[in-house]
C-alpha cells in the first residue's frame, strides 16, 4: 500500500443478476497525509454485503441508500499520521442539490489519537436526524496543522 494509485477491488460475483455495478475505491497515498475513498455500509438484513481488509469486516451498501433512521457504516483508510498525536474528524451532511456555502444539514464530530501512522476507521451512524433525501457527506481530518477531505454520497429513504 506504498503507492498513491493503488485500489481495492471491489467485485460481485460475476455481475450477472446485479443491481449495482461495484467500483474500485483508491487507498491513502502512504507518502503524505491522506484519506482513501470513503466506503458506506450497511450491516444484515438480505443480500448483506461484506469485504474484508484483512483486518476489518467492513459492511458495503453499493445502492448507497438507507432507510429513515436506520444506521449506516463509514469505512476508510488514513495515512501519515503521527502516532501519539490528537486528530479531529468531523462529518458532515449537506444536501445533494445545496449551494456552496450553504449551512450543512448535519454534523458529527469526532476527537481520536492515532496508534500508530496508517489507520483503518470504521464508525457507525444514526441517520435519524436525516430527512428523506440525496446528500452529499464529507469526511474532514485534520491534526491542527494539515488536514485530508474525502466525500461521498447517500440517500435516505422513507420506511415502508
Known amino acids: ?3 498513491a494509485d493503488e485500489t481495492i477491488h471491489l467485485h460481485a460475483g460475476d455481475g450477472r443478476g446485479a443491481v449495482a455495478a461495484l467500483t474500485d475505491a483508491v ?3 502512504s507518502s503524505r497525509f491522506s484519506i482513501s475513498d470513503v466506503v458506506m455500509g450497511r450491516a444484515g438484513g438480505a443480500g448483506h454485503v461484506v469485504w474484508n481488509s484483512g ?3 467492513v459492511d458495503l451498501n453499493p445502492l448507497g441508500t438507507f432507510p429513515s433512521g436506520d444506521d449506516a457504516a463509514v469505512y476508510y483508510q488514513l495515512a501519515e499520521l503521527e502516532a501519539g498525536k ?3 474528524t468531523t462529518i458532515t ?3 445533494a442539490s445545496d ?3 450553504k449551512k450543512p444539514r448535519l454534523q458529527l464530530t469526532f476527537n481520536d489519537v492515532a496508534r500508530q501512522s496508517r489507520i483503518e476507521v470504521a ?3 444514526g441517520l435519524k436526524n436525516l430527512d428523506p433525501g440525496a446528500y452529499r457527506m464529507v469526511v474532514a481530518v ?3 496543522v494539515k488536514s485530508v477531505t474525502g466525500k461521498t454520497r447517500l440517500t435516505v429513504v422513507r420506511n415502508p
Open 142 to 144: 485534520g491534526d491542527g
Open 86 to 88: 490528537s486528530y479531529r
Open 1 to 3: 500500500m506504498d503507492r
Open 55 to 57: 483486518t476489518t469486516a
Open 99 to 101: 449551494a456552496a456555502g
Open 123 to 125: 464508525r457507525t451512524m
Open 93 to 95: 451532511f449537506f444536501g
Open 27 to 29: 487507498l491513502p497515498d
